[in-house]
């Protein structure tokens, strides 16, 4: 068996060229994966998009003949999601950022209709972050609570009246130290996390109130039932609950109240725009969404903290092809550019940012693969001359059926424990590297046009070096 697992490694590891064939007509449920990466995110995924529709592949009501009916998006790209779904095409889009005046991009008091793209400026992509009335009753209690303030006193007092006899003894600010740890134990008013948490008390410089304001007035369909009934498109927005480590999926699907803070919650209690408002919600950038779920309110922030591209959705919903588009790829050294460390702390933050989200999406993609290659394996000649050896003692008709019957054995068992759908198949888009140095939140029509153009010749060159559409 240990020479089974060596061969199966190699396998595994081996290297060939061959472009993955994938049957669109055999496809009974395409669906679409986006990323976040603010505007730059959003730009990117109609590239993708426009690219795919050459190819015969678009969104149920655009008119190709392989249609996706599902859109899954987190951060910008339930941005994205939520334009396209609405009919908002790249046409449509650039045409309403060409027809606004250079000042309009900044302020933009344009009255604003329902289906067209009017009105939208940096004001209401990055607006002050002033405190709703929930935020100033919250900090008004705070100041009020003198306790708090009286205990910090007290405990000062108390500590200083050990610290102070020592240090005029000793003359050592450590043995003051030594001396409050042995008469309180652990103090937790000298670490300078302690410290930022109480000067630094603000949750963000922006907020994305007027993000769902804006949807709300340019939206259609604003409710995921309706899309769905309307449209026939199943979309699903991401985001993360603040104060419980798990993922929220709003969407037309609803899932049962748990205690539970690990497992997945599924809301069709919000409309559209209050959901990609929550999706978008970056920590330090936007301040956490305040949303009401079921009566209860809570905190929402970005969909891509807590899981990276959220294949799981269409995968449980029965996709059988999840075409997969993300803008998170790491900055790799380029002799035209140098190291980050030329660039500045901005560059190195968003690279380190980078390299954790990409690895997270790697480590998903290689384990798919894995599964997938185990399993192919088990029909390899290899492994069936593996078989040959152990069965050799056996009669050659007996010997036959047993080497068909072992390996349908392993194939269903690998099936079973894995949970590999062997009808799955995806499309996978990440952008090149050099798309690490455009702006993230820039909306002027000449840049929407080369982040568009990025990911439609992205997305050319992938298909083309990678994949094998059958039509």
Not at 193 to 202: A, D, P, S
Request: hydrophobic letters at 40%; aromatic letters at 12%.
């Amino acid at each position: 068996m240990n020479a089974i697992a060596a061969q199966i490694n190699q396998y595994i590891n081996r290297t060939d060229g061959d472009r993955e064939t994938i049957d669109l007509r055999s496809k009974k449920r395409i669906a679409f994966v986006g990323s976040g990466g603010a505007a730059k995110a959003l730009w990117y995924h109609l590239g993708v998009i426009k690219a795919l529709e050459e190819e015969g592949i678009g969104l149920r009501g655009y008119g190709r003949p392989h249609e996706i009916v599902e859109v899954v998006g987190s951060s910008a790209g339930s941005l994205f999601g939520a334009f396209a779904c609405n009919n908002f095409s790249y046409d449509t889009i650039a045409r309403f950022l060409d027809e606004k005046e250079f000042i309009q991009h900044f302020v933009n008091f344009a009255p604003r209709e329902k289906g067209k793209m009017t009105g939208l400026s940096y004001y209401d992509v990055l607006p002050p972050n002033i405190p709703d009335f929930h935020e100033l009753a919250a900090k008004v209690k705070d100041a009020a609570d003198i306790g708090r303030f009286a205990d910090l006193l007290n405990d000062i007092g108390e500590y200083a009246r050990s610290f102070i006899p020592e240090f005029l003894r000793t003359g050592d600010i450590e043995a003051g130290y030594e001396r409050i740890l042995s008469d309180y134990g652990d103090v937790n008013y000298f670490g300078l996390e302690n410290f930022l948490r109480e000067i630094i008390r603000f949750p963000a410089l922006s907020n994305t109130d007027r993000i769902q304001k804006y949807l709300e007035d340019i939206l259609e369909i604003n409710d995921f039932h309706q899309l769905k009934r309307e449209r026939g498109i199943d979309f699903y927005v991401i985001a993360t609950e603040l104060d419980r480590p798990r993922k929220a999926i709003f969407g037309p699907k609803r899932s049962p109240f748990t205690t539970d803070p690990w497992e997945d919650r599924w809301i069709d209690s919000v409309p559209i725009s209050a959901a990609c408002a929550a999706s978008c919600s970056l920590p330090g950038i936007y301040r956490p969404k305040l949303l009401t779920v079921e009566g209860e309110k809570l905190f929402f922030i970005d969909g891509e903290v807590k899981k990276t591209l959220s294949t799981g959705v269409p995968r449980e919903n029965g996709a059988d092809l999840i075409i997969i588009s993300h803008t998170l790829e790491p900055y790799q050294y380029d002799e035209r550019w140098g190291s980050l460390t030329r660039s500045g702390f901005f560059s190195i933050f968003l690279q380190s940012v980078y390299i954790m989200v990409a690895q997270k999406i790697r480590s998903s993609w290689q384990a798919h693969t894995i599964r997938r290659q185990v399993f192919d394996y088990f029909s390899s000649p290899d492994f069936q001359k593996e078989l040959d050896v152990i069965l050799k003692d056996m009669r050659t008709g007996d010997r036959r059926k047993a080497k068909k019957a072992l390996t349908g054995f392993l194939k269903d068992k690998v099936c079973e424990i894995l949970q590999i759908d062997l009808d799955l198949q995806y499309l996978y888009f990440p952008s090149s590297s050099e798309i690490f140095w455009m702006d993230h939140f820039n909306i002027f029509p000449h840049y929407m046009r080369k982040l568009v153009n990025s990911g439609y010749n992205r997305a050319k060159l992938i298909l083309k070096d990678n994949y094998e559409l059958i039509s």
